[in-house]
Every structure is written in structure tokens, then in C-alpha cells.
């Protein structure tokens, strides 16, 4: 026969237990035949008891807490006693009888002797599981009152209780309710299986976690003093690098649920936050969960007046450590530096690589949604370096479209693109500019063949270079130098802007074009601030970026040092070298005067491409592809304009838009005349020979 629920459980043991109290009450006044006979029953009762719990479907909580905290016979007694005193009131009057004195309702140490151990001796070892260091001491499952006078220095006058907790947990009610409004307990939505994680960081994990749960006791058979402390695993990343994720799957490679310390609000606990963490240790034990501390430089970060208490908690110096700890954080720069004394393993959580990159994206959209044939999950994996939490969200967002669109429209590569840019979080607006948005194609270049070649050898190395970089292992061979750095040299006018605005389209990125008055500042190190906060808004928006007049930021560094102001360009120059070999993106670089820009960068610049000022073929051509199909024309000699006037294709554009707008004021057709007219007044402007006859 088994037990129908908690109750009828509670119910049997609560009869057992008055058993033990009639039991202590006849051997008291000295009968001990009838002691005899009652503790007979008694362990008969028990026996029964265990067989029926046995045979139950039910999670008892009293036999949960006898497994987890591997209690014996006479700990799961004092818990039921303990318990039994809030169950039934009437207890108090045996207490009474047993203690001797007029008013003696509550369970003390002494009573709990009386009644569940026989004879001095026995009485006396019985001590020994009301010590800190016994298991329902250290483990905080009862609580050694000892408010009252007589109890400050007599063990034997401690009143016990339950922490409401454990009477919760003992009582039948919902351990996941929790008693913190600080925590909150979640069952793991992912096996560690189902987390995308490069394969060193899956090994070092899986060693750690296949450890964890006889580590402690192999520990304490060694020797190691500190084997009662936590298993700290400390995970550090940007959002959505998989923090969160990663520990909830490390708690279901254990076996246990995930209790979430939510660090903002514990906080708001003030003075009592020692306690909270108390209650929440406890939870954790109760519940055999593995406990994470989101946003842990919070509560761990440098100067915290309350790092003290906590590293106790985590040394487990009172016996109350639970098993394995995550701490994880965005700021590690941040954390009090005996943190990593105390975490055995450290996990960098980056952005994941283009191969991992592309398994979340199979793996998140699920093979249940209906799919355009035109998806292409190694683009997408190419194409936007994004977290995977970032591409969850992108991956809903998709999914969100095609069922505005109607039920069983699928989704398509263009609600998946529209998704990941959505996505991009990065502001570079304090910096820089974005380039327009007209859609541009190779065909809008107008280059010699040799030079026009160099430019579709860029944009071949942006499309290949994660597959380059990370399918073909190039990376694990560069620590540095991952990043593409083209410069575009060349007279003004010639193109360069053009060229980068057209290797972003082709590659479907942004271009910003960073403005050097806004990065360069005539205050120490605020130059390399404003290039560090560029470079980390580039990666999140997944964009190129664009250093117009490159030279104003990257000058050749001074040779021989004079001045203070000297040495600080130097510096500066230096860093820059230094952010720009590390950074994994895609730079472009233009100037005008190659000559002025430090030759150490020259180095770090993958593709050098000069643009030529443009001979009388390429300028008709310019002409040609300047005008507009829509715009009314008239008889126009496109290679006489070509022959006849030296000017780049920034001057042709300026002539072009300079007849149109006459001929609008005029209500004429535009034709080579104003054409011819505009184009000296642009050879004047910028110096240039025309040779109109």
C-alpha cells in the first residue's frame, strides 16, 4: 500500500511519533515494560512507514530532504518532531509532562534527547547532531533558538526550529514558490546538447561538470581544506553571448533546476542582505539547484562592503555552500580580483564564429516552420556577426512576418535579413555618418580594367572571409591581423568615396564614414576613447567602416622627439596601430596623401588600391553614366566633353548637376553647350586644363 498524498504521510509519522513520546513519558516514571512495548511499535510503525513511502509515486518532502542531504533514522526524527510541534498543538502538553515544569510547549535540544535516544551514553553522543558542523546544523535544516535565558549557554535549553522553508518543503507545498522575492527557480530550457559552444570551451566544461558531483567528498578524503566550498564557474561575455543559457544547461547536465539571483533587487535588501543570501543558499540546497548570479559584479564588484560575507558563503565556512555556484557578468573588468581565486573554471563567452554562427541559425529555426526554398543559413552566418541570443530574437522576428503576412506563408531570406538588421545595436552617430542608402553595383565604377579587378578582389575577401578565417582554421593561426583593411589612395575627386560605398552594397553592409573632427581631440587619450567606442559600435552594428582623410588620424609618428606633445602623438599613433591590428572588421581607409600616413600601417593594410585620375575614355564615360535616363537631353558630344576638359569624376558630377539646374530654370533640354559651359567653370575651380577650341 502506498501514500495517497503529503498528509496521510504526515498523518503515519505523526502517529509514530506520539508513539516515542508515550514511549519516553512511561519510561520516565519507571515503567519500563510499557516503554518496551511502545518503542516496539514504534519502529514496527516505522518500518511500515518506509515501505508504503517506497511504494509511493509522490515526492515526499521528508524523504527528499532524507536522500538530498543523506539523513539518517534519527535526523528525519528531530525534523519530524520539529515539524509535528506547528502540526499539532496538543503536543505541548506531553513537552509539558516530559520537561518537568509548569509551561513547557516548545522542542528543545533536551527534550529531542529525552525522547529519541536511551541512557546517558546515548544521550550524550546524540549531542553531536546539534553541533554546526552536523548535517542538519550546517545545512540550516533546523535552527538553534536560544533567545531565551537559559538557552544563551545551554544547549540543552535551544529551542528547535524549522526554517519556513523547510516546514514548506516537509509540508508538501510548492518548492518552486520559493521564500525569496529575490530568486526566482526555472527548469533549464536546454541540455548542454542543444548549446552551440566552441569545442574547447564544451570540453573544459564537460570535464568540470562530470566532477562536480563527488568533488567535494574526493576533495575531503585528499585533504583539501576547501572542500566544502562552492564550485564557482565564472562566465563573462556581452549580452546575449549565452550566459544565462549556458549555466541553465550546465544545471540540467546535473540533473537540477536553475535558481536566478536577480542582483538589482537583492540589493535594495540593504542591511539585510546577508540574510537574503542566507534564505537563498538555503533555497538552493532545499530545491538541489545550481545557483546563478546574473549581473554579479553587482554584488562582487571591486569596493562591494559586502564581499566578505560573501566569499564566506561561497568558501563554505559555515558548512553551507551549495554544490555549484554560476557567476556571470559583462563587466568583468569590474569584479574583485579574489573572485578568480575562488572560480575554478573561467568561460570568455564571445561572439560565436561564422560555422557556429550558422548551426544556430539551423538550430533555431525550427524544421516545424514552413521555409522559402531561397534560404541560405551559411549567408546569414557570413553576413551578420550576432550572439545567439541576438539571433533567437532575429529568428522570431522572421517568424512574426510570415504569419503577418497569413497563415502558411513561409518564411522567406528576406524576413530573415530584415530580422538580423533589426537586430544591429551599435550607435555610431556621435562619430560618424551613414552613406546613402541608393543601391550601387560594380557597374557604377568607372575604373581601368587592372584597378576595377582590385576592387572585386576586396569585396570576393569580405563574402569569403569567415570561411577563410574559421572553416579553413586561418584564425587559430592569427591571433591579430584578423580584421580587412583596404586604403584607396588617389587625387581628390577620383572615386575612393564611390569605391567604398560600393564594396558595402555589394557585401550588403553599412558604410559609415567616420568624421576625424569628432575622433581626434587635443585632450590626452581621448583620441584612443573615441576609437575604442567606434570600433566596439562598428562590431555590434555589423557595418564598414570609413576613414575619409585617413591621414588626419593615422600621420606618420615624429622621429625625433622634442616635445611632451610629440611623445603623446607617438602614443596616440601607436595605440591606433594597436586597436587596428586587433579589430576583426572591415576598415577602409582614404587619402589623399599616402605619403603623410605612418608606413607601420601600410603593413597592416591588406589591399592597396590607387585610384587613377581618369584619362579622356573613362571621362566620357563618367559623363555618360552621370546622366540620367529620365532627364531631358538634347545632341551631346560625350567624348569631346572627355577629351576636352581634365576632370575627375567628383568635378564631372558637380558640372553635370550645374547644367541641369540651368537648363531647369530655363525650361531646356540640357545639351553640350551648358554642359561644356559647366565644365569650365569646374576646370577653373580646381586648377585643370580644358582644351574647348
Known sequence: MAFADQASYLEAQLERLRLLLDRALAQAAGRADEAATLAKKAETRRAEIAAEAKASKLELGVEVLRKRFALDDEDVDVLLHAAAVTIDPSLGKLHTRLSGVAFHPWLDVGLALQVHHDGVGDRLRGRARFQPDSKLVANRLIVLDRSRPEARENLLACELKLPARVAQLMLGSDPAGGASPFARLVEPELTLEDVVLPAGTRRELDQLLAAQPGLPGQLAEWGYASSSSAVVLLLTGAPGTGKTTLAGAAAARLGKRLLVVDGPRLLEAGRAVEAEIDELLLEARLTDAVVLFDDCELLFGRGSTRLPMLHRALDGRDGRAPGLVVLASQHPERLD?????????????????????????????????????????????????????????????????????????????????????????????????????????????????????????????????????????????????????????????????????????????????????????????????????????????????????????????????????????????????????????????????????????????????????????????????????????????????????????????????????????????????????????????????????
Request: charged content about 25%; glycine content about 6%.
Open 337 to 693: 580580483g579574489t573572485l578568480e581565486r575562488r572560480a575554478l573554471l573561467r568561460i570568455q563567452l564571445e561572439t560565436p564564429s561564422a560555422p557556429l554562427r550558422e548551426q544556430l541559425w539551423r538550430r533555431l529555426l525550427l524544421p516545424s516552420v514552413p521555409r522559402a526554398a531561397d534560404i541560405e543559413f551559411p549567408s546569414l552566418a557570413k553576413r551578420y556577426e550576432l550572439p545567439g541570443g541576438a539571433i533567437r530574437s532575429a529568428v522570431l522576428y522572421a517568424v512574426s512576418r510570415a504569419v503577418a503576412r497569413g497563415a502558411g506563408s513561409p518564411v522567406a531570406m528576406a524576413d530573415l535579413d530584415a530580422a538580423a538588421q533589426a537586430q544591429l545595436r551599435g550607435d555610431l552617430s556621435a562619430f560618424a555618418d551613414r552613406t546613402r542608402g541608393t543601391p550601387l553595383t560594380l557597374e557604377a565604377l568607372v575604373l581601368p580594367p587592372e584597378v576595377k579587378s582590385h576592387i572585386e578582389e576586396i569585396i570576393a575577401a569580405g563574402r569569403n572571409r569567415s570561411e577563410v578565417l574559421y572553416q579553413w582554421g586561418f584564425a587559430e593561426k592569427l591571433p591579430t591581423g584578423k580584421g580587412l583593411v583596404v586604403l584607396l589612395s588617389g587625387d581628390p575627386g577620383t572615386g575612393k568615396t564611390l569605391a567604398a560605398e560600393v564594396v558595402a552594397a555589394e557585401l550588403g553592409l553599412q558604410l559609415y564614414r567616420i568624421n576625424p573632427a569628432k575622433v581626434v581631440s587635443k585632450f590626452v587619450g581621448e583620441t584612443e576613447k573615441n576609437l575604442n567606442e567606434i570600433l566596439a559600435q562598428a562590431k555590434s552594428t555589423h557595418s564598414i567602416l570609413f576613414f575619409d582623410e585617413a591621414d588626419a588620424l593615422f600621420a606618420t609618428r615624429v622621429a625625433k622627439v622634442e616635445s611632451a606633445n610629440d611623445r603623446f602623438v607617438n602614443m596616440e599613433t601607436n595605440f591606433l596601430l594597436q586597436q587596428l591590428e586587433r579589430y576583426e572588421g572591415m576598415v577602409i581607409l582614404a587619402t589623399n596623401l599616402e605619403t603623410s600616413i605612418d608606413p607601420a600601417f601600410k603593413r597592416r593594410i591588406a589591399y592597396h588600391v590607387t585610384i587613377p585620375f581618369p584619362k579622356p575614355a573613362d571621362r566620357e564615360q563618367i559623363w555618360r553614366t552621370l546622366m540620367p535616363a529620365r532627364a531631358p537631353v538634347a545632341e551631346i558630344d560625350y567624348a569631346r566633353l572627355g577629351k576636352s576638359f581634365e576632370l575627375s569624376g567628383g568635378h564631372i558630377k558637380n558640372a553635370v548637376l550645374r547644367a541641369a539646374y540651368v537648363a531647369a530654370q530655363r525650361r531646356a533640354p540640357i545639351d553640350y553647350a551648358l554642359l561644356a559651359e559647366a565644365a569650365e567653370h569646374e576646370c577653373a575651380a580646381a586648377g585643370k586644363l580644358s582644351y574647348t577650341s
